[in-house]
């Protein structure tokens, strides 16, 4: 069974980083793209990158490159977003999603993250 | 970047009906490789969001056959028939054909 397992709620000071993970199991974690994706408070869906495991090749769109940072840990079956000098307009809740041929199959539970001083 | 426009906002529905929610986009979802890359999910209350279909019309393992995917082009609607209570929540549609990504503003499906 496919499963993407996300780190807990984070909370972080403006300014700061945080970093949270995502643990594929079920599937070979190289054969697929990553990607991950932000929903702010009752806002939709905004796709903000993806990384090759195998490679360790990464896209972003043009609003998130100075934001995020995707890696990937292939020992661990692991894929990460760090996100840079926090804002309130960081607040919000980060998924991760396999992607397949062009389609998100799988998602993790996601992981919110609340921007506070 | 590709808009994604979605209509209606909101849905009101009655259990057992029929809905159609249309999809638009600014510009031919057709890939190079002949694909149209357009999918279809739904994000109930308080959970991530789940694959209906994929690639235009293909359902995903496990999608009851009362969810319909169809279009072409810039043009793309999702029937639901048979609206069950299970189907209540925000339906978004996602281009994969462009770069970047980009998801439609979703649909709420409602109880009437």
């Known amino acids: 069974e496919v499963q993407l397992q996300q780190s807990g709620p984070e909370v972080g000071r403006p300014g700061s980083s945080v970093k949270i993970s995502c643990k594929a199991s079920?599937?070979?974690?190289?054969?697929?793209?990553m990607n991950w994706v932000k929903q702010s408070p009752g806002q939709g869906l905004e796709w903000i990158g993806w990384?090759?495991?195998?490679?360790?090749?990464?896209d972003y769109a043009e609003k998130f490159k100075k934001k995020a940072t995707l890696t990937a840990d292939t020992s661990s079956n692991t894929a990460y977003i760090q996100l840079s000098s926090l804002t309130s307009e960081d607040t919000a809740t980060y998924f991760c999603?396999?992607?397949?041929?062009?389609?998100?199959?799988?998602w993790g539970q996601g992981v919110m993250v609340t921007v506070s001083s | 970047d590709v808009l994604m426009t979605q209509t209606p906002v909101s849905l009101p529905v009655s259990l057992g009906g029929q809905v159609s929610i249309s999809c638009r986009s600014s510009?031919?979802?057709?890939?190079?490789?002949?694909?149209?890359?357009l999918h279809w999910y739904l994000q109930k209350p308080g959970q991530s969001p789940q694959l209906l279909i994929y690639?235009?019309?293909n359902r995903f393992s496990g999608v009851p056959d009362r969810f319909s995917g169809s279009g072409s082009g810039t043009d793309f609607t999702l029937k639901i028939s048979r609206v069950e209570p299970e189907d209540l929540g925000v339906y978004y549609c996602?281009?994969?054909?462009?770069?970047?990504?980009?998801f439609g503003s979703g649909t709420k499906l409602e109880i009437k």
């Open positions: 999603a396999r992607c397949r041929r062009g389609d998100f199959d799988y």
């Open positions: 079920g599937y070979t974690f190289t054969d697929y793209v």
């Open positions: 990384i090759d495991p195998e490679y360790g090749s990464t």
């Open positions: 510009q031919s979802l057709v890939h190079s490789d002949g694909n149209t890359y």
């Open positions: 690639r235009v019309s």
């Open positions: 996602l281009q994969s054909t462009h770069f970047p990504l980009t």
